[in-house]
């Protein structure tokens, strides 16, 4: 350690916060986006407005029987995001073809599959002797998308999110909101807020900030919990 007087840019315990925030920074994160919804619900123009990029420019659009036809696939998009000096690494992960089937039984399988190969392969990574440039593919959340023009969630809505539940932070979206009237947006969110709740489904839940933060990052933490639990809703059009 440095004693009195000495430069104060030494390498110690005391500093070790500082380094690794310094670290991260430099290097930069790594996100991993997955997007998962029946093909209409506006899952792309969510993704570009969220990140002011057309991650889909060359995405063929298919037609109704093709989407019918299609198998559930799993297709990346990467995109390298700054802002104010903080690089992010961004990975798109959609899912075309999922719920678009007459017959969707087991059709989450394939993502799910997706899912648990990149946790088995960052823990490969992280076992061997190599780990400096290990590559973080692991879906940190999903965004699902449900349809507006129902009454609560669907079997394979539901199916879904418990597949993914002990996985993935799954946060579940009213797709097209903004075909709805306000009171048909509050019936439709009190149902599958219940239905969540009768199904036993795990969605993202804001965690609690510590108990030594200051009372304005507490009220931004209570706000965003009210947010969450009165669930998201998405209101732009695909």
């Given at each position: 350690?440095?004693?009195d007087g ?16 310094r ?54 998009h ?8 903080v ?9 075309p ?23 088995e ?7 061997g ?14 965004l ?13 809505d539901?199916?879904f999110?418990k ?15 903004d ?12 149902r ?27 009220q ?10 009165r ?8």
């Amino acid at each position: 350690m440095a004693e009195d007087g000495e430069d104060k840019d030494y390498v110690g315990f005391a500093t070790l916060p500082n380094q690794v925030h310094r670290k991260s920074v430099k290097k930069g994160f790594d996100f991993t986006l997955m997007v998962a919804g029946e093909s209409g619900l506006g899952k792309s123009t969510l993704v570009n407005s969220l990140f002011l990029t057309d991650l889909h420019k060359d995405r063929k659009l298919l037609n109704a029987e093709e989407r019918i036809s299609q198998t559930v696939e799993i297709t990346k998009h990467t995109v390298d995001i700054e802002e104010k000096g903080v690089k992010l690494k961004l990975t798109i992960v959609d899912t075309p073809g999922f719920g678009d089937a007459v017959n969707n039984t087991e059709c989450w399988k394939t993502i799910t599959d997706y899912v648990d190969q990149q946790f088995e392969q960052y823990f490969r990574d992280e076992s061997g002797l190599n780990r400096k440039n290990i590559q973080d593919n692991r879906v940190h959340c999903c965004l699902y998308f449900i349809p507006p023009f129902g009454h609560g969630l669907r079997p394979v809505d539901v199916e879904f999110m418990k597949a993914l539940q002990e996985k993935v932070s799954i946060v579940p979206l009213i797709s097209k909101a903004d075909c709805l009237t306000p009171a048909e947006i509050r019936r439709m969110k009190d149902r599958v807020r219940e239905e969540i709740e009768q199904f036993g489904i795990k969605v993202y839940q804001f965690p609690d900030c510590d108990s030594d933060e200051d009372e304005e990052f507490k009220q931004q933490d209570r706000e965003l919990k009210a947010r969450n639990t009165r669930l998201a809703l998405h209101c732009t059009k695909d």
